[in-house]
């Protein structure tokens, strides 16, 4: 006789930040929770990504394009997937900002947010004939390790190079994961500075998962009041 089964069935609802599209998903299971845990434990950063893209696309019934979410999408999902999971109230160790003493804050997964702009104007005009069409960094070049997320120079330009989705003239528009990367490279080379700076800022300021935490310091007793973000400072 088959064992029945258990929590199988979706039961919460979220909406993916960058597309707005509501799906439903289910809290992450024990076999799930084992492949994160043992990813965690690693250290291996690339095999803790990969664990979050597959927790996420097990837990989520409804249809989406995994390959298109940005890191902020995942960021998001998987904090509110954790949410139904493991409870809504986790403890993260916070500096008071006035006395640098180590704080223990519960804050509310619920809680976490992703401010999108109202319009986001990703066309970049460099000059009178060409432009340059831009898309939020995809989570799963991170996890495959094409990109990092910091400020080296060196990832800087990787990362750009990966955010650009098309070039458009007065004549067509130039899909750019149809092109070899070698060729990619050679055009952003062939900016002017001021140009490689106005397709650079479109990433700054690119959406990000927060969380307004207020708390009273356990030493010094002083109201601290911030914003955190990043998946990584909530748990």
Do not use: W
Not at 86 to 100: L, N
Not at 179 to 203: H, N, R
Not at 207 to 217: D, G, I, R
């Amino acid at each position: 006789m088959a064992l029945p089964k258990l929590n199988s069935a979706p039961k919460y609802e979220l909406t993916i930040p960058s597309t707005q599209k509501t799906v439903r998903f289910r809290p992450y299971l024990v076999k799930e929770e084992k492949i994160l845990l043992m990813a965690f434990e690693s250290g291996d950063e690339k095999a803790t990504l990969r664990a979050v893209l597959d927790t996420i696309e097990s837990c989520v019934e409804d249809s989406f394009n995994q390959n298109k979410l940005t890191t902020f999408d995942v960021e998001y999902m998987f904090t509110q997937i954790r949410a139904k999971s493991v409870g809504e109230k986790t403890k993260v160790a916070v500096k008071c900002s006035h006395c640098d003493i180590q704080n223990d804050v519960e804050i509310d997964l619920e809680q976490v947010k992703v401010s999108m702009p109202e319009k986001i104007d990703n066309i970049i005009k460099l000059n009178d004939d060409i432009s340059v069409e831009m898309r939020y960094p995809s989570y799963k070049h991170l996890s495959e390790g094409q990109v990092e997320l910091d400020d080296s120079s060196k990832n800087a330009f990787i990362l750009i190079s990966k955010c650009m989705e098309a070039i458009r003239t007065s004549e067509e528009r130039v899909v750019l994961d149809d092109e070899p990367q070698e060729a990619i490279d050679e055009f952003l080379e062939s900016m002017t500075s001021g140009q490689f700076a106005k397709v650079a800022a479109f990433l700054q300021d690119m959406p990000k998962t927060t969380y307004h935490l207020q708390f009273t310091c356990t030493d010094c007793n002083e109201e601290n009041d911030r914003i955190i973000e990043g998946m990584q400072n909530f748990f």
